[in-house]
């Protein structure tokens, strides 16, 4: 089983936040600079047509990494404790748990605090898989595209090494 820290960080504000694309790989796009707090952050995400988003975020070397997902058809309460199989391929799926949390512009959203072990393990899919699945507990299965996630992960990796 994946080991799990629930946070609620506050999502990042495009409209106050500092940010810049660094590159772009498919739909995938890395990100760098600082969030609404002025905290000094690197990232990448991805946004599709029906609403949904997902967000990786490191905001510092020693911080838990933290994944967003969000769909605008959700319903879910700040700190709603819900299930999560996530699944690269073919490979066994992993169980963990999610916080329901609000983004800045109002919309619904689970938000996965990895360790730094379990983002490794997390990364080495990302990197090589063509798809991720989502099922979170009582809501409709998500197939995240991963085409482009190698060469999006590599521009991660450069903008984490500015991070304290």
């Known amino acids: 089983m994946l080991a799990v820290m629930f946070l609620v960080l506050p999502a990042i504000s495009s409209a106050r936040a500092d940010t810049r694309i660094l590159a772009r790989a498919g739909a995938w796009q890395a990100f760098g600079g600082t969030t609404s707090n002025g ?13 949904s988003y997902f967000g990786l975020k490191i905001v510092s070397r020693s911080a838990p ?3 967003q997902l969000g769909h605008a058809g959700w319903q879910l309460a700040d ?12 490979s ?12 800045n512009e109002g ?8 360790t730094k072990a379990d983002f490794d393990r997390f ?7 063509s798809q991720l699945r989502v099922q979170p507990e009582n809501m409709p299965e998500w197939l995240v595209d991963l085409a ?15 991070l304290r």
């Open 92 to 103: 066994p799926p992993w169980s963990t748990g999610g916080a329901g949390m609000h983004f």
């Open 123 to 129: 990364q080495l899919g990302f990197r090589t898989a």
């Open 79 to 90: 700190r709603q404790k819900v299930a999560i199989f996530l699944r690269f391929d073919a």
């Open 65 to 67: 990494v933290v994944v």
């Open 107 to 114: 919309d619904p959203g689970l938000e996965i605090g990895f």
């Open 148 to 162: 482009g996630s190698s060469a999006i992960s590599d521009a991660l990796q450069e903008c984490t090494r500015s």
């Open 39 to 51: 905290v000094p952050v690197c990232g990448v995400s991805q946004s599709t047509a029906d609403g």
